[in-house]
Nanobody, 112 residues
Framework: QVQVVESGGGLVQAGGSLRLSCAAS????????MGWYRQAPGKQREFVAG???????NYADSVKDRFTISRDNAKNTVYLQMDSLKPEDTAVYYC??????WGQGTQVTVSS
């Protein structure tokens, strides 16, 4: 069974931090890239950060130096550590695994 389950969203003040987690089924996580996307109200879904099975990472320019993506291959889990959060980071954050598996999304709200 294919599962992608996010957790860790919430409400935080500007300048604060949150950590998102995404646990995926081994069948889709193993040897595949994992990543995070986000969608703000009225906007298209956009790439935030990604990590290969070997640990190579890449980030959107808007989050570089503030967000850190990591993964635990033994747990088939990817994390997104978000620091120095800004109101414009407010969005639903989605985990993406492999070539087309998505989670249900978790809301992140940053108040000014």
């Amino acid at each position: 069974q294919v599962q992608v389950v996010e957790s860790g969203g919430g409400l935080v003040q500007a300048g604060g931090s949150l950590r998102l987690s995404c646990a995926a089924s081994a069948i889709i996580a193993r040897n595949n890239a994992m990543g995070w996307y986000r969608q703000a109200p009225g906007k298209q879904r956009e790439f935030v950060a990604g990590i290969t099975s070997g640990g190579t990472t890449n980030y959107a320019d808007s989050v570089k130096d503030r967000f850190t993506i990591s993964r635990d291959n033994a747990k088939n889990t990817v994390y997104l550590q978000m620091d120095s959060l800004k109101p414009e980071d407010t969005a639903v954050y989605y985990c993406h695994v492999g070539i087309g598996s998505w989670g249900q999304g978790t809301q992140v709200t940053v108040s000014s």
